[in-house]
């Protein structure tokens, strides 16, 4: 086995090696595999086996000849890439994938030694690294033989419309329709993202920089929404009052279809539009002191029944007639508790799961 540096053509010859992507979580680790970057840092090197020593079935795959080696017959049967991650610069990105034939012969193991000795004198050198893997994949199991553990778990839940009925329809005065770009709801989300990162945490953002990177046009940002505290009387103002839950939509690529977003959950007319992107944060949720271990019990928690009450409300406006998608962590307890209600009704279903890994 040769490991090489990444060259131009790898991309497309190892698209034939792994074939599609089984999640769009998938397809994003995938884009680590490309040449190498200063701003921000990435490496990246593929493993190549001559055609004589390609595991049975590697050469059906990759095609004689298919990356540009050395050699005409060389195939690729794996790759490797480590990234610098700006937004949570405590850890760098790793993706390691190796062709089926060739697992559990430590292609693997050697790809990320030859990526992390190619980093070396870079800022990613001596970071400890995040991947993001499925469940009971392959991947998973040979990232905790080298030494990763869990940090958190990822699911993508749709939520069918009207799985929340009228809920919220008396609590108008505190719902509020703002602008993506609005002080308020930056403010909240940068506090809610820097809460629910404490396993991989965030780097410090202005309010600007949680803007552009989250919020702006260019970060996809469509619509937002505010929920306040309930207020106790008239003449207190609502906008005086604590966000207590916020809403961002993502405007959908212009080429999505139904079909793209697969079966419905409902059975209603509406429930033939894919789902709406949709990022929910309880400020519940970004308090440290409301995480903690899991050991609290939180229906003895009257803050955390309340922050679950007002979740529901904010999802219940946002999702009347249409879909919703939600990512949601194992970090986010108000959330995580809202879901599982839906699930367990039968008014939402799970598209993904996946768990973020990380090194000593």
């Known amino acids: ?179 993506t770009g609005s002080v ?22 202005t309010i600007g920089q949680v803007n552009t990177r989250f919020l702006s046009e260019a970060a996809g940002a469509h619509g937002a929404a505010l929920l306040r505290a309930a207020g106790s009387g008239k003449a207190e103002s609502g906008k005086d009052r604590e966000v207590t839950t916020f809403a961002v939509s993502y405007a959908r690529p212009e080429t999505d279809t139904a079909a793209d977003a697969g079966a419905p959950v409902s059975e209603s007319p509406t429930a033939e539009l894919p789902p709406t992107e949709l990022t929910l944060g309880s400020m519940y949720d970004a308090q440290a002191d409301t995480v903690g271990d899991g050991s609290m019990d939180a229906s003895d928690d009257p803050a955390f029944q309340a922050a679950l009450g007002d979740a529901a409300v904010l999802l219940a406006r946002l999702s009347v007639d249409t879909p919703v998608a939600l990512e949601v962590t194992s970090e986010m307890p108000v959330l995580s508790a809202l879901v599982d209600g839906l699930l367990e009704a039968g008014q939402a279903r799970v598209l993904q799961t996946y768990v973020t890994l990380g090194s000593e």
């Open 1 to 179: 086995m040769t490991i090489r540096p990444f060259a131009p053509g790898d991309d497309l010859a190892l698209n034939e090696v792994f074939h599609d992507a089984s999640t769009p979580a998938g397809h994003v680790v995938r884009n680590l595999f490309r040449a190498d970057s200063e701003s921000p840092v990435s490496r990246c090197v593929v493993a190549t086996l001559a055609d004589s020593e390609a595991g049975e079935g590697s050469g059906s795959r990759a095609g004689s000849g298919s990356g540009p080696s050395d050699g005409a017959s060389d195939i690729l049967v794996g790759a490797a890439a480590i990234a610098e991650s700006p937004a949570h610069p405590e850890r760098a990105w790793v993706h390691v994938e190796v062709a089926e034939s060739e697992r559990r012969r430590g292609v693997g193991r050697d790809l990320l030694a030859a990526v992390r000795e190619r980093a070396a004198g870079t800022v990613v050198a001596d970071l400890p690294l995040r991947a993001r893997v499925e469940p009971g994949a392959a991947g998973e199991a040979a990232a905790q033989a080298v030494g990763f553990s869990p940090l958190f778990t990822t699911r993508v839940v749709e939520v069918a419309p009207g799985a929340l009925g009228s809920l919220g329809a008396d609590r108008l005065e505190d719902f509020e329709v703002t602008a």
């Open 184 to 205: 308020a709801l930056t403010r909240a989300f940068g506090e809610w993202y820097t809460g629910v990162n404490r396993a991989d945490p965030a780097a410090e953002m």
